[in-house]
């Protein structure tokens, strides 16, 4: 017990490690990202912070198996790097002994991954897909940005802002122009702002000090009108529940399903758990360096099964949702191939031939 103690300590310290820097990564990369999409209006502002938690829900079922395959990886280099490993092989401890130590931390984190995969990813694309249907409903004109033209979704409007000043709260030199049961109306103002009335729940686009075009020019009811203040009523559209995806669906649902996408979408979430314990156990024979070497010089391997690994369960699935394979294979042949590989690299840690030696001629 001491042993697997000293051995799940080495590997949570370089768990919680690596893990910190996978999220970080995860985190720069898709609040940028985000960022982006709000400044495209296809993202309230007010709903990254809300986005980028519910997806950091999603990626935990790829980040932390992944975390945890390096971090094996890394603990158990190190103890082949000082020579801990030698002795330990020395005094009878199998690299078997070893897994079935490591079996009491990876077996629980697999639990959680999935819990992950099943409940709480669908759970978190769900609500990324409701928020992003009240973004497509608002009229607020969410992710305003000056000095280019914000078409409005349904193609009947246009606005241009030529600047913002930094609290974002009053516009300058604002264009807009739309139509209206076939009646074009143009307006331009020096300012203007967004007020919300929340009593009535309602929005409007006040303009200020500007003129307002009604009608085509040329014609008899052409007109042309000087405001000190507009107001435009933002009417709200009713929010319209998109084509779910099969990764924003619940478990249960995908259950009551009989496609094919849906199928390879179960076998892709029950895969999860199945490969965070196959990959944990697959770093172990791969960590294994000799004393001259550094920790890290079969982390360019390691990192390659894995690409291999993952890579092979994606085109698996889309294979399965294109008939390409039957579906009695799905995705469980990439496991009993990694699992294979598995078995084989432990089989020679231990000196076990799988098949008799050549006899010399």
């Given at each position: 017990?001491?042993?697997?103690?000293?051995?799940?300590?080495?590997v949570?310290?370089?768990?919680?490690?690596?893990?910190?820097?996978?999220?970080?990564?995860?985190?720069?990369?898709?609040?940028?990202?985000?960022?982006?999409?709000?400044?495209?209006?296809?993202l309230?502002?007010?709903?990254?912070l809300t986005?980028?938690?519910?997806?950091?829900?999603?990626?935990?079922?790829?980040?932390?198996?992944?975390a945890?395959?390096?971090?094996i990886?890394?603990?158990?280099?190190?103890?082949?790097?000082?020579?801990?490993?030698?002795?330990?092989?020395?005094?009878?401890?199998s690299?078997?002994?070893?897994?079935?130590?490591?079996?009491?931390?990876?077996?629980?984190?697999?639990?959680?991954?999935g819990?992950?995969?099943?409940?709480?990813?669908?759970?978190?694309?769900?609500?990324?897909?409701?928020?992003?249907?009240?973004?497509?409903?608002?009229?607020e004109?969410?992710?305003?940005?000056a000095?280019?033209?914000?078409?409005?979704?349904?193609?009947?409007?246009?606005?241009y802002?030529?600047?913002?000043?930094?609290?974002?709260?009053?516009?300058?030199?604002?264009?807009?122009?739309?139509?209206?049961?076939?009646?074009?109306?143009?307006?331009?103002?020096?300012?203007?702002?967004?007020?919300?009335?929340?009593a009535?729940?309602?929005?409007?686009?006040?303009?200020?000090?500007?003129f307002r075009?009604?009608?085509?020019?040329?014609?008899?009811?052409?007109?042309?009108?000087?405001?000190?203040?507009?107001?435009i009523?933002?009417?709200?559209?009713p929010?319209?529940?998109?084509?779910?995806?099969?990764?924003?669906?619940?478990?249960?649902?995908?259950?009551?399903?009989?496609?094919?996408?849906?199928?390879?979408?179960?076998?892709?979430?029950l895969?999860?758990?199945i490969?965070?314990v196959?990959?944990?156990?697959?770093?172990?024979?791969?960590?294994?360096?000799?004393p001259?070497?550094?920790?890290?010089?079969r982390?360019?391997?390691?990192?390659?099964?894995?690409?291999?690994?993952?890579?092979?369960?994606?085109?698996?699935?889309?294979w399965?949702?294109?008939?390409?394979?039957p579906?009695?294979?799905?995705?469980?042949?990439?496991?009993?191939?990694?699992?294979?590989?598995t078995v084989?690299?432990?089989?020679?840690?231990?000196?076990v031939?799988?098949?008799?030696?050549?006899?010399?001629?």
């Amino acid at each position: 017990m001491t042993l697997d103690r000293y051995l799940r300590k080495e590997v949570l310290a370089n768990l919680f490690g690596v893990l910190t820097v996978l999220l970080l990564i995860f985190l720069g990369n898709r609040f940028v990202r985000f960022l982006g999409d709000a400044l495209d209006g296809d993202l309230a502002q007010d709903t990254i912070l809300t986005v980028l938690l519910l997806k950091l829900v999603s990626a935990l079922v790829v980040i932390v198996p992944l975390a945890l395959y390096l971090a094996i990886l890394l603990g158990f280099g190190r103890l082949y790097r000082d020579n801990e490993m030698t002795a330990m092989l020395a005094s009878g401890i199998s690299p078997l002994r070893m897994a079935k130590g490591l079996l009491w931390l990876v077996v629980p984190v697999a639990i959680i991954i999935g819990v992950l995969s099943l409940e709480l990813s669908p759970w978190a694309e769900e609500q990324v897909e409701r928020i992003q249907d009240e973004v497509r409903a608002r009229t607020e004109l969410p992710g305003l940005s000056a000095g280019r033209f914000i078409e409005d979704k349904s193609g009947n409007g246009v606005l241009y802002i030529d600047s913002i000043n930094d609290d974002s709260a009053t516009l300058r030199d604002i264009f807009a122009q739309w139509r209206t049961d076939g009646r074009l109306a143009t307006v331009s103002a020096k300012r203007g702002y967004v007020k919300v009335d929340e009593a009535y729940d309602a929005r409007y686009l006040v303009l200020e000090d500007g003129f307002r075009y009604e009608g085509e020019p040329g014609e008899i009811d052409f007109r042309m009108i000087r405001f000190q203040r507009h107001t435009i009523y933002l009417e709200p559209r009713p929010i319209q529940a998109s084509q779910r995806r099969n990764k924003a669906l619940s478990t249960s649902e995908l259950l009551q399903l009989s496609s094919l996408s849906a199928h390879a979408e179960l076998q892709r979430r029950l895969s999860m758990p199945i490969a965070t314990v196959l990959l944990a156990l697959l770093a172990l024979p791969l960590s294994k360096v000799s004393p001259r070497q550094g920790r890290y010089s079969r982390l360019l391997l390691a990192i390659l099964v894995y690409a291999v690994y993952s890579n092979m369960l994606t085109v698996a699935q889309s294979w399965l949702e294109r008939e390409v394979i039957p579906a009695g294979f799905g995705l469980w042949w990439i496991h009993l191939a990694a699992l294979g590989i598995t078995v084989f690299l432990f089989a020679r840690m231990n000196g076990v031939r799988l098949w008799p030696k050549r006899a010399a001629a």
